[in-house]
């Protein structure tokens, strides 16, 4: 069975701090997916990043960076110089195209406050 | 833009009184999956259509049905809702199953 633990429900920060929000996956499949969405308040899932299974390359994508270790299987997001519009409920997930149907596990998601 | 539409945004409906909230998508994927959330919680997968192959999820109650009659569009019955029913509803869409999920705003549920 797959599984997605996001260990921190809420964290805060003030403006212009980093942080890091943690992801530790389970799955005994050799080939899969992991995701990072942003929920804001208004309530839509929003798309970030997706990596693959054999891809361990780190990614940076202006203040966002995703560090995916398969040996801790750990796939940590952080953002550097947060932003008030930082603000919001992040999602990691996990899934499989070739088992599970394919369907998505996702963690419980953490909580971005940050307070200007 | 390409995107994945919900109307309504905002619902309210009666206790017992069914409600439709519908779901369109320009992206012409092949899936569409119907997710619920309740505050503070991950969205909890309903089902998905794979092209016009339905795919009920175990703990997905009766009540809950959908109809996907085009590519495009899908829609998630609720026959006769109840107050813990109350949510938001999440369509999403991807290309083949496990790829990315590009999700719609959502249909906030609310059962008088």
């Known amino acids: 069975a797959q599984k997605v633990t996001q260990a921190q429900t809420e964290i805060s920060v003030v403006e212009k701090e980093d942080v890091t929000l943690d992801c530790v996956y389970e799955t005994r499949d050799t080939t899969y997916y992991l995701f990072w969405y942003k929920q804001p308040p208004s309530g839509e899932l929003v798309f970030l990043i997706r990596r693959n299974s054999f891809d361990e390359q780190n990614e940076i994508s202006g203040r966002y960076s995703w560090n995916f270790q398969k040996s801790t299987s750990s796939f940590n997001f952080t953002i550097t110089a947060s932003q008030v519009v930082d603000s919001a409920v992040y999602f990691c997930a996990l899934s499989d195209p070739n088992s599970n149907a394919g369907k998505s596990t996702f963690g419980d998601g953490t909580t971005l406050t940050v307070k200007p | 833009d390409a995107m994945v539409i919900q109307n309504p945004r905002y619902q309210v409906t009666q206790f017992g009184k069914p409600v439709t909230l519908s779901c369109s998508q320009t992206l012409n994927h092949n899936v569409m999956y119907w997710y619920q959330q309740k505050s503070s919680q991950a969205p909890k997968l309903l089902f998905h259509?794979?092209?016009?192959?339905?795919?009920n999820e175990a703990d997905t109650p009766d009540n809950f049905q959908s109809r996907r009659p085009n590519t495009s569009f899908c829609f998630l019955d609720i026959r006769s809702p109840g107050l813990g029913d109350a949510a938001m509803y999440l369509c999403a869409t991807s290309r083949v199953l496990g790829e990315t999920q590009y999700f719609g705003p959502g249909t906030r549920l609310l059962v008088l």
């Open positions: 259509y794979y092209d016009k192959d339905f795919n």
